[in-house]
């Protein structure tokens, strides 16, 4: 819709519109209703000589096309007699484009004092001057917007500028403080960047280029900034050739360089941790300084917070972990929803959220967690079985990822015949800090109640009865003999019950029998499969019970039923009947799916 965005009874200052960016922002401000005033020292592009000739050619060309348009010939330094020239001719000021700029390049090893004064003269001081100007008329009448114009030779650097794009990363940090000073006043500041053909960059740039850079294309990204409908403020826009984006700074991660309080650092320490130090990768901006020193805040409570964990184990996964632990609970090609979990260059390439839950147990085996968990005695670990696991995902799982899972013992509860440990585990990502998920873990040790322990626990997570009805959907599906030999290279979980048959005779089975998780695994990718289209990141959380081991070769059958966004599930043995997971569920985040003309 053309014209939509107007400017009555606006009147827009603009410094340095005599020709170039300022005269093409003085004619579409002047096309759009605005009351401009166009200012020019008529000067060279070094800042030489003076011509009112400039700004009056401006002006009788808006006043042609009935536009309204006053001329000012003052230098920015007496920002205050331009100003003066808008409350004298139109009695008020809107807004503010300070445009006006002049360049002198040499390299900084023969820049003159003078050289650098001079710029920042009219580029700061300027700037500053005719803000300062504007700036009680704007709080006054609670409205204002200014530009500053600043440079990609700032941003950037550029050879032989050093005076200019100092001078012009300048204007960025007081366009930033005066974003948060006009805040109550209603006054927004932000800052262009243009790369324009204009008197500046003349014989700077290649004449074809120069052609190309038009004014025009960068005048109505300003006029949008200045409009009243914009409420951008504080931000720095850049462009060009009739594009347009927004710039702004950004902070690495960064890294912790001591381990308490009272430890300093020395000059080794930053060597060794450089490549974490300037680590990009989940860098961020910063909308304030309040939230910079919040974050800095968050580096002492690290110190008092250390906490004590019962055990912590660190692991580095890459692609090929993922997709091993995927194929080794029964991923296949052959199913559309499983393939994103088994290709790296697959554009839903993803974690399956269960390759997490091999933490816990990888953590209690390798620790004395559970062998050391009761009073005045030693556990086998062929005595323990994984009797319940909880699970929730907090963050997306990154398909590669360096981490560090914390476990916590919650309890340690005599349930009469048998004891069963309550191991809290979280897991987070080393890299960014972020928890990316939390389980609990319930070893029951067969035999060793009656120790004289607390019975129950505020820490206990119960499960569920799943509904009385038959269920709504079930999923079959074989493992194979080589099953528990494939899940130890998936999760690491190399505890020899599931491979060694001497071993598992001894806790009491015929062969070695299958890893509780990696039954899990299948159930988990049915039920996603079912109800959420294969998309893991739709899984929330769950919690079951392993009732019966599962012997390699068995086929699973996985019988779910919906209630809302929650999955009841639990897991058979076809050939026998027999129930391996019970009261489980999987919480979704949202329900999604794949049966055509499905009745769920
Ligand atoms: C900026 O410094 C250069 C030397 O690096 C000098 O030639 C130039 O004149 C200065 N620009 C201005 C506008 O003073
Ligand atoms: C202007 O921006 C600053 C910083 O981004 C912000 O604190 C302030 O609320 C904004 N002011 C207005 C009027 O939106
Ligand atoms: C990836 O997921 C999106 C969203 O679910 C889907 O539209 C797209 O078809 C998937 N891509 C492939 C190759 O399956
Ligand atoms: C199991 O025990 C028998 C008898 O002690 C021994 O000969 C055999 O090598 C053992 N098997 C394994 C896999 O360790």
């Given at each position: 819709?053309?014209?939509?965005?107007?400017?009555?009874?606006?009147?827009?200052?603009?410094?340095?519109?005599?020709?170039?960016?300022?005269?093409?922002?003085?004619?579409?401000?002047?096309?759009?209703?605005?009351?401009?005033?166009?200012?020019?020292?008529?000067?060279?592009?070094?800042?030489?000589?003076?011509?009112?000739?400039?700004?009056?050619?401006?002006?009788?060309?808006?006043?042609?096309?009935?536009?309204?348009?006053?001329?000012?010939?003052?230098?920015?330094?007496?920002?205050?007699?331009?100003?003066?020239?808008?409350?004298?001719?139109?009695?008020?000021?809107?807004?503010?484009?300070?445009?006006?700029?002049?360049?002198?390049?040499?390299?900084?090893?023969?820049?003159?004092?003078?050289?650098?004064?001079?710029?920042?003269?009219?580029?700061?001081?300027?700037?500053?001057?005719?803000?300062?100007?504007?700036?009680?008329?704007?709080?006054?009448?609670?409205?204002?917007?200014?530009?500053?114009?600043?440079?990609?030779?700032?941003?950037?650097?550029?050879?032989?500028?050093?005076?200019?794009?100092?001078?012009?990363?300048?204007?960025?940090?007081?366009?930033?403080?005066?974003?948060?000073?006009?805040?109550?006043?209603?006054?927004?500041?932000?800052?262009?960047?243009?790369?324009?053909?204009?008197?500046?960059?003349?014989?700077?740039?290649?004449?074809?280029?120069?052609?190309?850079?038009?004014?025009?294309?960068?005048?109505?990204?300003?006029?949008?900034?200045?409009?009243?409908?914009?409420?951008?403020?504080?931000?720095?826009?850049?462009?060009?050739?009739?594009?347009?984006?927004?710039?702004?700074?950004?902070?690495?991660?960064?890294?912790?360089?001591?381990?308490?309080?009272?430890?300093?650092?020395?000059?080794?320490?930053?060597?060794?941790?450089?490549?974490?130090?300037?680590?990009?990768?989940?860098?961020?901006?910063?909308?304030?300084?309040?939230?910079?020193?919040?974050?800095?805040?968050?580096?002492?409570?690290?110190?008092?917070?250390?906490?004590?964990?019962?055990?912590?184990?660190?692991?580095?996964?890459?692609?090929?972990?993922?997709i091993?632990?995927a194929l080794?609970v029964g991923a296949t090609v052959e199913n559309s929803c499983d393939y994103p979990y088994l290709y790296?260059?697959h554009?839903?390439?993803s974690?399956l959220?269960?390759?997490?839950?091999?933490?816990?147990?990888?953590?209690?085996?390798?620790?004395?967690?559970?062998?050391?968990?009761?009073?005045?005695?030693?556990?086998?670990?062929?005595?323990?079985?994984?009797?319940?696991?909880?699970?929730?995902?907090?963050?997306?799982?990154?398909?590669?990822?360096?981490?560090?899972?914390?476990?916590?013992?919650?309890?340690?509860?005599?349930?009469?015949?048998?004891?069963?440990?309550?191991?809290?585990?979280?897991?987070?990502?080393?890299?960014?800090?972020?928890?990316?998920?939390?389980?609990?873990?319930?070893?029951?040790?067969?035999?060793?109640?009656?120790?004289?322990?607390?019975?129950?626990?505020?820490?206990?997570?119960?499960?569920?009865?799943?509904?009385?009805?038959?269920?709504?959907?079930?999923?079959?599906q074989?493992?194979?003999?080589?099953?528990?030999?494939?899940?130890?290279?998936?999760?690491?979980?190399?505890?020899?019950?599931?491979?060694?048959?001497?071993?598992?005779?001894?806790?009491?089975?015929?062969?070695?029998?299958?890893?509780?998780?990696?039954?899990?695994?299948f159930?988990?990718r049915h039920?996603l499969n079912?109800?959420?289209?294969g998309?893991s990141?739709?899984?929330?959380?769950?919690?079951?019970?392993?009732?019966?081991?599962?012997?390699?070769?068995?086929?699973?059958?996985?019988?779910?039923?919906?209630?809302?966004?929650?999955?009841?599930?639990?897991?058979?043995?076809?050939?026998?009947?027999?129930?391996?997971?019970?009261?489980?569920?999987?919480?979704?985040?949202?329900?999604?799916?794949?049966?055509?003309?499905?009745?769920?």
């Open positions: 819709m053309a014209n939509k965005l107007r400017f009555d009874g606006k009147v827009v200052v603009i410094t340095g519109a005599g020709a170039g960016l300022g005269k093409a922002y003085a004619l579409l401000f002047a096309s759009r209703g605005a009351k401009v005033v166009i200012n020019d020292l008529g000067g060279g592009r070094h800042g030489d000589g003076s011509n009112t000739k400039v700004a009056d050619t401006v002006v009788s060309e808006i006043k042609q096309s009935g536009g309204e348009a006053v001329a000012n010939y003052d230098n920015v330094l007496e920002g205050e007699k331009i100003v003066q020239t808008a409350i004298n001719t139109y009695g008020r000021i809107d807004i503010l484009v300070n445009n006006a700029g002049i360049l002198r390049d040499k390299t900084f090893a023969r820049m003159s004092e003078s050289d650098w004064d001079v710029i920042h003269n009219v580029h700061v001081k300027g700037s500053m001057k005719t803000t300062q100007a504007a700036w009680p008329y704007f709080r006054k009448q609670k409205y204002g917007k200014i530009i500053f114009t600043s440079s990609n030779s700032g941003l950037y650097g550029n050879f032989g500028q050093a005076n200019y794009s100092s001078a012009k990363m300048a204007l960025i940090g007081l366009a930033n403080t005066l974003a948060i000073e006009g805040q109550s006043s209603g006054i927004y500041t932000n800052v262009i960047v243009p790369t324009a053909g204009s008197r500046l960059t003349e014989d700077i740039v290649p004449p074809d280029f120069f052609n190309e850079l038009k004014p025009e294309l960068i005048a109505p990204i300003v006029l949008w900034l200045c409009h009243e409908d914009c409420s951008e403020n504080g931000s720095i826009i850049e462009s060009a050739l009739g594009w347009a984006g927004k710039c702004h700074l950004i902070r690495s991660n960064g890294c912790i360089l001591r381990s308490n309080k009272n430890e300093l650092i020395n000059p080794e320490a930053v060597q060794d941790n450089w490549g974490k130090i300037i680590d990009m990768t989940n860098a961020k901006h910063y909308e304030s300084i309040v939230d910079v020193s919040g974050e800095l805040m968050n580096v002492i409570e690290s110190f008092s917070n250390k906490k004590q964990y019962d055990h912590v184990i660190k692991d580095t996964y890459s692609n090929r972990d993922v091993l632990y080794s790296e260059n554009e839903n390439f974690v959220p269960t390759f997490y839950i091999i933490y816990g147990a990888w953590g209690a085996i390798s620790s004395n967690m559970l062998t050391n968990s009761l009073p005045n005695r030693q556990i086998n670990l062929a005595g323990v079985v994984h009797g319940e696991q909880y699970f929730k995902v907090l963050k997306n799982i990154p398909t590669e990822a360096t981490v560090e899972t914390r476990f916590h013992i919650q309890a340690t509860l005599d349930k009469g015949k048998n004891a069963m440990i309550i191991i809290k585990h979280e897991t987070f990502d080393t890299n960014n800090g972020d928890k990316i998920t939390e389980g609990q873990l319930v070893g029951v040790v067969i035999g060793a109640g009656g120790f004289g322990g607390p019975k129950n626990s505020q820490y206990e997570i119960p499960i569920v009865p799943l509904p009385k009805r038959k269920p709504d959907i079930s999923i079959t074989s493992t194979s003999y080589d099953q528990a030999a494939l899940y130890r290279l998936g999760s690491h979980d190399f505890n020899p019950l599931h491979i060694d048959p001497n071993i598992s005779q001894m806790g009491g089975y015929e062969k070695p029998i299958l890893h509780g998780l990696c039954s899990l695994g159930s988990t039920v079912t109800f959420a289209d998309d990141q739709l899984f929330d959380s769950m919690k079951v019970r392993f009732s019966k081991p599962v012997t390699p070769g068995n086929t699973l059958r996985t019988d779910m039923w919906r209630e809302g966004n929650r999955i009841h599930f639990e897991t058979v043995i076809l050939e026998t009947g027999i129930q391996v997971i019970t009261g489980a569920y999987i919480d979704l985040k949202e329900v999604k799916y794949r049966l055509p003309n499905s009745r769920l």
